[in-house]
């Protein structure tokens, strides 16, 4: 079997704790992530951002080599991919 994805299992590792996200755009913010679960190589959770009152998604992608990032607002009725995570980090706060 292939190796897990090490994004996924860095965030896997931190959380419940807040963790700090860096999407590809270089957005940097603190995410409260739930339900992080690995599905043989398949990896998704959901969280919500210090700094918003969204809902957020994590998948990896189909090639496993990244994690991909979908938003969805208190007022929107379907997801939208935001970014992939380029960085994880334990909250320093």
């Known amino acids: 079997m292939a190796d897990l994805n090490p994004t996924a299992k860095r965030i896997h590792q931190i959380s419940p704790d807040p963790v700090e996200l860096t999407l590809d755009d270089g957005t940097t913010a603190i995410f409260h992530i739930s339900g992080a679960e690995f599905f043989q190589q398949e990896f ?5 951002c210090e700094d918003d009152d969204a809902d957020y998604r994590f998948i990896t992608s189909t090639d496993n080599e990244s994690i991909l ?25």
């Not at 998704?44 to 919500?48: D, H, R």
């Open 44 to 48: 998704q959770a959901e969280g919500v």
């Open 69 to 93: 990032v979908g938003r969805k607002g208190v007022d929107e009725s379907a997801w939208t991919m935001i970014g992939t995570i380029v960085e994880v980090n334990r909250d320093g706060s």
